[in-house]
T-cell receptor, first 117, second 111 residues
Framework: ETGVTQTPRHLVMGMTNKKSLKCEQH?????MYWYKQSAKKPLELMFVYNFKEQTENNSVPSRFSPECPNSSHLFLHLHTLQPEDSALYLC????????????????FGEGSRLTVL | GEDVEQSLFLSVREGDSSVINCTYT??????LYWYKQEPGAGLQLLTYIFSNMDMKQDQRLTVLLNKKDKHLSLRIADTQTGDSAIYFCAESEGGGNKLTFGTGTQLKVEL
């Protein structure tokens, strides 16, 4: 139990569907992230939120839309996805902010396994 | 952009030492990390090393950093079946929040 919970754990969707992935952290962190994990590829940073503000969008297609209503919750809204978007989507959180030493430790959820048909 | 490279697979026998290697391109990396991902789980920080260190030891784990060659390694002594997992190398610039990860190395421990 890392303190970061992702739902659903598995999701199958058609290319015309709209779905959302949810992430919740109970660690009191201020930064939250979405990563994409595909086989044989580096873990890919998608979005970063610090204190609810998006500070990084790593050239992610607009069919992925993040939402961070507060520091504890992060969503990834999905629409008109492609089969190549099938992957494990990992949410992470960290202390965030710029004050004090920051070793950059990320706390990950277990991921949402997405399959796009 | 920054790159982190590591081999995809490593197989060792139980009781042997495992050495997982990683190279990175960002010369301004401040922290370098090893994360472990067990089956069906997210990544968990295993250990990290600050860029002004050459070596860090933590029980069965030894991290070696060659800053000149931009090479990082993780040695696991007396490898056990429970060490079977994917090991990710990562680096951050300036100790900030943006980590760049490698592909992960899948370690398989055989009896």
């Amino acid at each position: 139990e890392t303190g970061v919970t992702q739902t659903p754990r598995h999701l199958v969707m058609g290319m015309t569907n709209k779905k959302s992935l949810k992430c919740e952290q109970h660690l009191g962190h201020n930064a939250m992230y979405w990563y994409k994990q595909s086989a044989k590829k580096p873990l890919e940073l998608m979005f970063v939120y610090n204190f609810k503000e998006q500070t990084e969008n790593n050239s992610v297609p607009s069919r992925f839309s993040p939402e961070c209503p507060n520091s504890s919750h992060l969503f990834l809204h999905l629409h008109t996805l492609q089969p190549e978007d099938s992957a494990l989507y990992l949410c992470a959180s960290s202390q965030g902010g710029t004050s004090g030493p920051n070793t950059g430790e990320l706390f990950f959820g277990e991921g949402s396994r997405l399959t796009v048909l | 952009g920054e790159d982190v490279e590591q081999s995809l697979f490593l197989s060792v026998r139980e009781g042997d030492s495992s050495v997982i290697n990683c190279t990175y391109t960002d010369s301004s990396s401040t922290y370098l990390y090893w994360y472990k991902q067990e089956p069906g789980a997210g990544l968990q920080l295993l250990t990290y090393i600050f860029s002004n260190m050459d070596m860090k030891q933590d029980q069965r784990l030894t991290v070696l950093l060659n800053k000149k060659d931009k090479h990082l390694s993780l040695r696991i002594a007396d490898t056990q079946t429970g060490d079977s997992a994917i090991y990710f190398c990562a680096e951050s610039e300036g100790g900030g929040n943006k980590l760049t990860f490698g592909t992960g190395t899948q370690l398989k421990v055989e009896l």
